[in-house]
């Protein structure tokens, strides 16, 4: 029943068929090591690299007053280079790094000390390396660390206990859950032979990812945002990878989730693939990637696209990710998953095999790209109810029927039909990216009197909602010819406001023009406000435009830059407008309050003169391209343009109502449109 392993003159004993039990390691460790030293060498490298890196820190006599997430994840890098290498030095640097923490009275900084982030961090690394470095610790050193890993992984377990319903335990969305859960469950498998007790830790993850696995969005989409998703999402992996090492239990095959997140990722990436679209709680543009994440979707679902990244982020990104990401301990010491994880069977695959147009039904995401080209049009449209539509259904079911309070949606922002916006890798319209008093006046988004959400400019402004208000996409086309999308909104804002209507439609034509549309409804007179923020200010021009029974001349807002002509041709009657700056700052974590994020942007205003019941702002965006003509049609039943560009003619209508009379035929839909060769499409 069991084979005989033997090493450094040290007789063990492990299961019959499988390697000696290092949890986590999914192969024998000489085939590790095999692959390593051989077609796999480079990964060798950059994993002794990792470890090469801490012999130098300096690491504090008492718990700093910061994050120490670091820590453990270095001691895992530590213990997996002495097993790969057998090299001495990094025993020793482990082990420098292993009882520093164990010396720590207390695990984390500020906030939920011993039970939050630092300490999963922490356990989960030291888990590991109490297990892999197990027979070369002293008897003393390894009851030191054991004891110390079950007085933690008890803190940790307990307050899970006492508050199930509310904060980490049962935010079955949020990284905070993930991580936890995991470092209590990698405790668990390498204690639970000397220590029964931690069987409990190891049955209380399973029961929470099997709830996590089951209600994240099938499509892949994270309402945290990129950042936030390589942060956290990286732990799903990581525990599905433990899970299936330990147990066999397989939720890469079950968990839709798992399967198609690398292409939320992929396509929220910015068109040069190092920066990325911020939508959600994202401190930068750049930290997004995670090797761990991309080799294990490759070598999994032999994912040659997820392959093609992982090896870019690696080659050519890298550094630069680590150096300006603000997100720590950032990409670096993703090392040791990669050496684990990375599959050399799986070929890449160009991503110009993929569509340039793909929709994330769950967080009603539409991405639009013009090629996969480093200078390519991206174009990201998101409308959703309060983290995703599966999202909310499950927190109404868990609060109605269980009494649970899961409503940790702080990563969220209040964004609704607004959009991103980029050519020529410079960001055009842009998010805030990151705050802790979300408002929707720092999102590209309609603004009443100057208001938006109900309950912004806080951190969690869902957590009063109503189970009825909700952003929806109403309607998504995806043509040979063109992309439509709607969103609706109008729950979301301010009930005094008295909205019946706030609606967005976005045309986008092959020819590369956006028409971008709103009809805003009250019950009451006020001003409504367009907004859009940019890393530019715009110069202000006019130009002639075609009205049906005349000519005009109209704004347009020109942001020229050196690569770039992005113009908004604002095709409104009686409008003021106003420029300005937006300058929003944010603690990025409690427990380091020095430490803060911060963007100024440029923000355009187009507001109605007067005050009005209704409102349509219509625009037409540019970019790098010159109209020959522009039509704008508004009429009793309808409002649009016709736009010629390149020579060639195209008609885009939508109905006030349910019904567009155009050219003495009558249309009993909410679009029309007549492409450059004459072709009506009716949606």
């Given amino acids: 029943m069991y084979n005989i392993f033997i090493k450094n003159g040290i007789r063990k004993y492990g299961q019959k068929g499988k390697h000696m039990d290092y949890i986590f390691i999914d192969k024998e460790i000489s085939k590790l090591r095999a692959e390593l030293s051989g077609v796999n060498s480079e990964f060798k490298n950059r994993l002794l690299d990792q ?31 002495y097993l790969v290498s057998e090299d001495e030095k990094y025993l020793t640097e482990a082990k420098r790094w292993i009882f520093t923490c164990v010396k720590y009275e207390h695990w984390g900084n500020a906030h939920l000390v011993d039970v939050d982030l630092s300490a999963a961090w922490i356990l989960f690394g030291l888990g590991l390396s109490y297990n892999w470095l197990n027979e070369d610790l002293t008897p003393s050193e390894k009851q030191l660390l054991k004891d110390k890993l079950i007085l933690q992984a008890g803190r940790m377990y307990d307050f899970k206990q006492q508050t199930i319903g509310e904060g980490w335990s049962t935010n079955y969305w949020q990284n905070h859950n993930w991580i936890n859960h995991t470092g209590l469950a990698a405790c668990g498998y390498a204690l639970k032979d000397e220590y029964p007790e931690a069987q409990a830790w190891i049955d209380d993850a399973k029961a929470n990812f099997e709830v996590v696995f089951d209600v994240m969005a099938d499509d892949g989409s994270d309402y945290e945002g990129v950042v936030y998703w390589r942060y956290g999402a990286m732990w799903l992996f990581i525990y599905a990878h433990l899970l299936k090492e330990r147990e066999g239990i397989n939720y890469f095959k079950s968990c839709g989730f798992l399967k198609e997140t690398f292409f939320y990722r992929l396509y929220q990436s910015a068109p040069n693939l190092e920066e990325q679209i911020n939508f959600g709680d994202c401190h930068d543009r750049r930290s997004g990637h995670s090797t761990a994440i991309y080799y294990k979707v490759a070598s999994e679902y032999k994912n040659g696209h997820a392959q093609k990244l992982a090896n870019l982020v690696r080659k050519e ?15 670096y010491p993703e090392a040791l998953f990669e050496a684990i994880f990375y599959d050399n069977t799986v070929e890449e695959e160009d991503f110009e095999t993929l569509p340039l147009v793909k929709y994330f039904d769950d967080l009603g995401l539409l991405v639009i790209r013009s090629s996969w080209e480093k200078d390519a049009l991206h174009f990201s449209f998101k409308c959703s109810y309060p983290g995703g539509k599966k999202q909310w259904e499950k927190l109404w079911d868990f609060k109605l029927n269980k009494n649970y309070n899961c409503f940790g949606l702080s990563h969220q922002h209040p964004d609704n039909n607004s959009f991103i916006l980029l050519a020529n890798n410079k960001y055009l319209a842009i998010d805030e990216g990151y705050n802790r008093s979300v408002k929707a006046s720092d999102h590209n988004v309609i603004l009443v009197d100057g208001k938006g959400y109900v309950d912004e400019g806080q951190n969690n402004i869902w957590k009063n909602y109503s189970q009825d208000m909700v952003g929806k996409v109403e309607s998504v086309t995806i043509d040979d010819d063109f992309v439509e999308i709607t969103g609706e909104t109008s729950l979301t804002y301010q009930k005094d406001l008295k909205l019946s209507r706030n609606a967005r439609s976005v045309f986008y034509s092959k020819l590369g023009y956006f028409v971008m549309l709103d009809d805003i409804r009250s019950e009451e007179e006020h001003h409504y406000t367009w907004l859009m923020n940019s890393d530019y200010q715009p110069k202000v021009t006019s130009r002639k435009v075609k009205y049906e029974d005349r000519e005009q001349e109209v704004l347009v807002f020109d942001y020229v830059t050196d690569k770039v002509d992005f113009k908004v041709i604002n095709l409104n009657d009686d409008i003021d407008y106003c420029l300005g700056e937006n300058y929003v700052k944010a603690v990025m974590t409690t427990q380091e309050p020095d430490k803060f994020r911060d963007i100024t942007m440029q923000t355009l205003k187009i507001s109605n003169k007067n005050t009005s019941k209704n409102q349509w702002f219509l625009n037409v965006l540019e970019v790098n391209k010159e109209f020959d003509e522009i039509t704008k049609i508004d009429n009793e039943t309808s409002i649009g343009v016709t736009v010629t560009i390149d020579g060639k003619k195209e008609t885009y209508l939508r109905a006030k109502d349910n019904v567009i009379n155009y050219l003495g035929k009558e249309y009993h839909e909410k679009t029309l449109y007549i492409n450059h060769l004459g072709n009506v499409r009716t949606l």
């Fill in 51 to 81: 470890c090469d890196r801490y012999f130098d820190t300096e690491l504090a006599e008492v718990h700093p007053k910061t994050s120490t997430t670091y820590m453990g994840i270095a001691a895992a890098n530590l213990a997996l280079g």
């Fill in 317 to 331: 990104f890298l550094h630069r990710e680590q150096s300006l990401s603000q997100v720590k301990p950032g990409i």
